[in-house]
Nanobody
């Protein structure tokens, strides 16, 4: 089992910045991928950033150039640096981690609220 816990969500003004963190713990042996999704009220869950085992990062179109994914393998922590925030970035942000070899399981964190408002 893998446990994920996000932190860093907050209320921020438009144009501001936030950094989200996601700490992973548990039985982490073979990481196949990790990243962030978000879900706004009444909308489907949307990809924010995904990092795969080939060290490639993919960003959702709405956040390209503003958000940056990073990770610290020693601390088993991933980050999402969010700059130039807009009201439409308001959502609950979830981190995920794909772990396994033949059977790959996706684990999710409980989410952290980001609100962009003046």
């Amino acid at each position: 089992q893998v446990q994920l816990v996000e932190s860093g969500g907050d209320l921020v003004q438009p144009g501001g910045s936030l950094r989200l963190s996601c700490a992973a713990s548990g039985s982490i042996f073979t990481i196949r991928g990790m990243g962030w999704f978000r879900q706004a009220p009444g909308k489907q869950r949307e990809l924010v950033a995904s990092f795969d085992s080939g060290d490639s990062t993919t960003y959702g179109d709405s956040v390209k150039g503003r958000f940056t994914f990073s990770r610290d393998s020693v601390k088993n922590t991933m980050y999402l640096q969010m700059n130039s925030l807009k009201p439409e970035d308001t959502a609950v942000y979830f981190c995920y981690l794909d772990e396994g070899i033949e059977l790959v399981e996706r684990y999710w964190g409980p989410g952290t609220q980001v609100t962009v408002s003046s």
